[in-house]
């Protein structure tokens, strides 16, 4: 008798470019280990305020390294990010409040294509370096992620309900609980306990925590297609 | 024709735990891939000064994190850390500064033992929750790295030198020039380029660029030996 999938939560912002690597690594190895990949948008400056944490590249030291450290993983792992050119004003000033809110409704309405969708935000701002705050942005996404013009009107227009608002928080809040103080983070439910591990780094942890093979960043299932 | 070996530079400070962890991945696999290991003892305040960083148990809610992902860390990298009990006193009031001074007086006239003294003295701080900053402390770190105690008070004789402070500063600084805002760093020398690695979680990516092949923190020849 083969084994229950254990459950595993990524909470993620796509402002956070470690999230979209460690979302692109969890979604490869979603089908090759034995798990259950509960992707939940959260939104970064929410748990930056209840933490008490700053963004890393605000320490000039941490944003050099953070470039040259994003080009080698680009390499390494096989996505194509790429640094925004103004990153303060698009990172810290324009935030990703609408789009996460926008990812909320596509998660509450339309999950099986909320990984499309986020990995369309992902390849506008921290890829092509393109706005993910206009409502023509995030259509844009919705579009090419597969979903009609009609569909993804509908769901922008209801970003601004208080269930959208209230479960995008709820989300942020349980991701506080698991005691994130940056995106993203990973919690894998064992046998009853519960490990939140942080940031993109410990999917090699991940691995050996679920009894399964790592494999790389690139798997070669994937590597194959590729 | 074999290539030369490559150059791989870990900068460390025994304070700093990931330091240890990262020490003994880069020391199981200097027999392994095609490299020239050189430990470079550091000392970790100079860079948080240097760069502006505070340390990240500063903040409670990474202070949390960090103790758990020791933990976890212990076990999947197999390496003894353990939590010291009065963390903030001993990592952040008592210091480091007499054991690096040591490790850079051993580094300067007994290399071959430098890495057999700096494991010792993390088998104290960070295993063993023993005292690293007292005479009688360090001695006795350097006894069980097969040192004579005539030797070891020798070196201890001098570790207020003008030779050993001076090349203490210097390597800290050059931890610095290379970006460093905290321990380990890890730098690899390529093709006349030079690639600064943070943290212990940058290995399998030092295999990538090396063009060497990972097989996770305890590769199967150190397995075997366990």
């Known amino acids: 008798?083969?084994?229950?999938?254990?459950?595993?939560?990524?909470?993620y912002d796509v402002l956070s470019p470690y999230s979209w690597l460690g979302f692109e690594i969890l979604c490869r190895y979603k089908n090759i280990w034995n798990i259950n990949l509960?992707?939940?948008p959260s939104l970064i400056s929410g748990i930056m305020k209840d933490s008490g944490n700053k963004p890393p590249a605000l320490l000039p030291r941490k944003a050099q390294y953070l470039a040259r450290d994003i080009?080698?993983?680009?390499?390494?792992l096989q996505v194509p990010i790429q640094f925004p050119k103004d990153f303060f004003s698009v990172i810290l000033e324009k935030g990703s409040?609408?789009?996460?809110?926008?990812?909320?409704?596509?998660?509450?309405?339309?999950?099986?294509?909320?990984?499309?969708?986020?990995?369309?935000?992902?390849?506008?701002?921290?890829?092509?370096?393109?706005?993910?705050?206009?409502?023509?942005?995030i259509l844009a996404a919705a579009e090419k992620a597969g979903m009609s013009m009609a569909?993804?009107?509908?769901?922008?227009?209801?970003?601004?309900?208080?269930?959208?608002?209230?479960?995008?928080?709820?989300?942020?809040?349980?991701?506080?609980k698991y005691g994130a103080f940056g995106l993203p983070i990973t919690v894998v439910h064992l046998d009853g306990q519960t490990h939140m591990l942080f940031g993109s780094?410990?999917?090699?942890?991940?691995a050996y925590l679920l009894g399964e093979k790592w494999m790389g960043p690139v798997p070669p299932a994937?590597?194959?297609?590729l």
Chains 1, 2 share one sequence.
Not at 1 to 7: D, G, Y
Not at 161 to 170: F, G, I, M, R
């Open 1 to 11: 008798m083969e084994a229950l999938p254990r459950t595993v939560e990524l909470f």
């Open 222 to 225: 994937i590597n194959a297609r």
């Open 38 to 40: 509960h992707l939940r």
């Open 97 to 137: 409040l609408s789009a996460m809110r926008f990812l909320t409704a596509v998660n509450l309405e339309h999950p099986e294509v909320l990984e499309k969708v986020s990995r369309e935000l992902w390849m506008r701002v921290w890829s092509r370096d393109e706005d993910i705050t206009e409502p023509q942005s």
């Open 71 to 76: 080009r080698l993983l680009r390499q390494h």
């Open 201 to 206: 780094d410990r999917m090699e942890l991940l």
């Open 151 to 176: 569909q993804a009107q509908g769901l922008l227009g209801k970003i601004s309900t208080p269930q959208v608002k209230n479960q995008l928080k709820e989300t942020t809040e349980a991701a506080c």
